[in-house]
């Protein structure tokens, strides 16, 4: 004969309760840390409330989500139609792109990033300063700009570094619908207000393999009616550009966040 079956009731059960989310008027309750201990791993809050202050100390709301306004089929009829620019090459080549972020001709050396996401972080790395970057992620700009947040150290908790520091951006498709739960702006304006142009609509597959064979090669991007001869040509090999991004003087970072210990109780 074969066992009887058990059942298992839950406590809403058992007291003849619907389960909390059955109740659609009453609203979720804030999201609580769960209670690690303070030995556990910094990455899982570091860009939420800082790596050095013990995560069950804080109680943090769900993100939400945010989303630029969607742009009508005109506004983008009007991008497809507008006048393009184009990258020109050392070596004579013409790759041709539709103008967005800042309207202005620039020149520089032009190398590539193969990052599938982190398009604000490889902006601002310093390695990049004078550089014309090339993404070769097919779409970028799918996730905004966040905010300019400081840790309690005052330092970037999403950028690099404290501004852009290509000279100009190369992408094959730019995204003019932007959510993220920290976005703050689009990708356009942002490169806008630091007076940074970019061109979107670049074959950049066929560009990242001239480089990749060939090696990084001088270029410039160059706006709708402007004479590329009239764009001066800079070769950040012949600058200090190790002078222009690093600080005057030495500078002492000193957290005034709660120490992390160990299990062991030393510092972490």
Known sequence: MPPAKRTRKTAAAAENKAPPEANGNASPPPYK???????CSPVLHGTNVGCKRALEEFEMPPPATKMLAQPGIEDLLQAIDRPKGELVLADGSRWVGTPFGATKS????????TAMVGYPES??????????????????????????????????????????????????EYSFDACHWNLM??????????????????????????????????????????????????????????????IKAPKLYVSHAPARLSLSGKRM
């Open 123 to 172: 902006l601002t790395d310093p390695s990049y300063r004078g550089q014309l970057l090339v993404l070769t992620y097919p779409l970028v700009g799918n996730y905004g700009v966040p905010g300019e947040k400081k840790d309690d150290l005052g330092l970037s908790m999403f950028f690099e570094s404290e501004s852009i520091h290509i000279s100009g951006l190369l992408v094959s």
């Open 33 to 39: 840390s769960p209670n690690f201990h303070a030995s």
């Open 106 to 113: 620039i020149s520089g050396e032009v190398v590539f990033n």
């Open 185 to 246: 702006q689009s990708l356009s304006s942002w490169l806008q207000q630091h007076g940074i142009p970019a061109l979107y609509g670049v074959d950049t597959r066929a560009l990242t393999k001239r480089i990749r064979e060939h090696g990084a090669v001088l270029g410039k991007i160059v706006m709708p009616g402007v004479d590329a001869a009239s764009v001066p040509q800079v070769d950040p090999n012949k600058i200090n550009l190790v002078a222009q991004v690093s």
